[in-house]
């Protein structure tokens, strides 16, 4: 269908005339919205400037012909591309918190942003405390981590000077550059040598971990983002087994380590089945992601 303009629409009318259109196409999602009604209502909310949550108070407001025409104008360029949509409004949101996004890095999205907003890392983190964002790629997590808890210090690293960039962008955004330190390399040979004075509380992972199957079977929209962010392997272990072995190095006493592994619970088992491992409830269910006590790596 083409994006003729509408001469009068409600948001409530043009969301739902946009979810019609998407589910015709027979699009993935899982980039910050779960179906096509939630899609259809970020892309009309950007185009009044009002957040997808904010926008759900203003569903009787009548839409300008310009407004209803750039949002239908998205709607073709999200079926014809198969562009995750936070590239295609540069923008994307994470637990109510809006980030930059391109194509630089994956689309910000994590389980483990559940786990910072609803409190459950207090217990392993310090008020004045020190974290680390391994594979921070886009900040976003560093970002809801520093938000969550203003007095602490985090330090995110990742390997790709284009993600850092973006992460750059998104500190400089929410205006947390002196809270949110930037370090570029691979894992932990971006950190600095680790002694007394620089170990971490509280280390947050949400690393490449998708099997090598899986990769080959990923949808389009997948296939948009740094396959570098994505891939962990023949059983999506690789990186995780460099970030285990590291990590007692970084962590503080009575440190822990959070990391996702999203559907690769069976490979973790596999791969690490002496480590004691404590599995964190999440919308998704309760396997993950997983925590790690630096007592119990040492």
Not at 74 to 80: G, L
Not at 180 to 207: K, M, R, S, T, V
Not at 240 to 258: Q, T
Request: aromatic share 6%.
């Amino acid at each position: 269908m083409d994006p003729a303009p509408q001469q009068s629409l409600t948001l409530d009318q043009c969301i739902d005339q946009i979810a019609q259109e998407l589910e015709t196409a027979d699009l993935h999602y899982g980039h910050g919205a779960i179906d096509a009604q939630s899609e259809a209502l970020w892309i009309v909310s950007k185009q009044l400037d009002f957040s997808p949550t904010d926008a759900l108070d203003h569903l009787e407001q009548v839409m300008s012909a310009e407004q209803i025409a750039r949002a239908l104008e998205v709607t073709q360029t999200r079926i014809s591309t198969r562009k995750p949509l936070a590239y295609i409004l540069g923008e994307a949101w994470l637990m109510g918190v809006p980030f930059f996004s391109s194509e630089q890095s994956i689309v910000p999205r994590s389980w483990i942003a559940e786990l910072i907003v609803d409190g459950s890392l207090e217990p392993w983190l310090p008020a004045d405390g020190k974290a680390l964002d391994l594979c921070t790629g886009n900040g976003s997590l560093a970002i809801l981590l520093a938000l969550a808890c203003p007095d602490i210090h985090v330090s995110a690293c990742d390997i790709s000077l284009p993600a850092l960039a973006v992460a750059s962008r998104n500190l400089d955004r929410h205006s947390l550059t002196s809270q949110i330190e930037l370090f570029e390399g691979d894992l932990w040979d971006a950190l600095p040598e680790p002694h007394e004075d620089n170990l971490f509380d509280l280390i947050i992972c949400n690393p490449p971990y998708v099997n090598a199957n899986s990769m080959n079977a990923l949808p389009t929209e997948y296939q948009a983002e740094p396959a570098i962010a994505l891939a962990g392997g023949d059983d999506g272990m690789d990186l995780i087994r460099k970030i285990i072995a590291g990590a007692p190095d970084y962590l503080s006493e009575r440190g822990a380590i959070l990391i996702e592994i999203g559907n690769e619970y069976e490979n973790f088992k596999k791969a690490f089945p002496q480590i004691p491992v404590i599995w964190m409830e999440v919308s998704a269910g309760d396997e993950q992601v997983l925590l790690i006590q630096a007592e119990d790596l040492r």
